[in-house]
């Protein structure tokens, strides 16, 4: 998969220019290869990024080829830094690409993503404890699962949900049946 790559624009900086193949590309110094100006391991899948607007900040997430969840994340003073949330938290190695989402109304963080024992798991910051991590399908009961999360979904056999209020629950499927595996047909 390889290393995680952002293009940016300040100040005149990052105007396309040409290239060889007639497309365009930004200018030299635009284009930074994230991982290696922040020193973190190669990505083993897809990133994920969110905006965290309570903090000006924005922050990359991704499954390393070390299997653990690494934040990258940039602010107006400190430029771009790098967290191994696994690593913080004592976390489940991962086995999917996690997604990542602001709760602004909350001012929190969350990272979500299936862990090698299939459960879903989460990583959640804020301002008064730092990261902190759960294991949502234990919490919730839910069966563990099969596919993967992508990034404003959770794929795991038919409809099932887990939302926050006084805390996590999981709902029944829509059919009231059980969730099938991932390449299941439906009944």
């Not at 110094?29 to 000006?56: E, H, I, K, M, N």
């Not at 934040?71 to 913080?88: I, K, M, Q, R």
């Not at 759960?134 to 990034?151: E, K, N």
């Not at 926050?164 to 595996?181: E, K, L, Q």
């Amino acid at each position: 998969m390889g290393r995680a790559r952002s293009t940016w624009s300040t100040a005149g900086v990052g105007r396309p220019t040409s290239t060889s193949t007639g497309g365009t590309r930004p200018t030299a110094g635009a284009l930074a290869t994230l991982t290696a100006v922040t020193g973190s391991p190669a990505a083993a899948g897809d990133p994920a990024g969110y905006v965290f607007a309570a903090q000006g900040t924005q922050h990359v997430v991704y499954r390393g080829v070390d299997g653990h969840i690494h934040e990258l994340w940039w602010d107006a003073t400190n430029g771009w830094s790098t967290g191994d949330l696994t690593a913080v938290t004592g976390a489940q190695a991962a086995a999917s690409d996690p997604t990542g989402y602001a709760f602004e109304a909350q001012g929190t963080q969350h990272v979500v993503y299936r862990g090698v024992d299939g459960h879903i798991h989460e990583h959640w910051w804020d301002a008064a404890n730092g990261w902190s991590v759960g294991d949502l399908t234990a919490v919730t009961g839910a069966p563990a699962g099969r596919s993967a999360i992508h990034p404003g979904t959770c794929s795991m056999g038919r409809a099932r949900s887990t939302w926050s209020t006084a805390g996590w629950t999981a709902t029944p499927t829509s059919t009231g049946g059980t969730p099938r595996t991932a390449g299941a047909s439906a009944t």
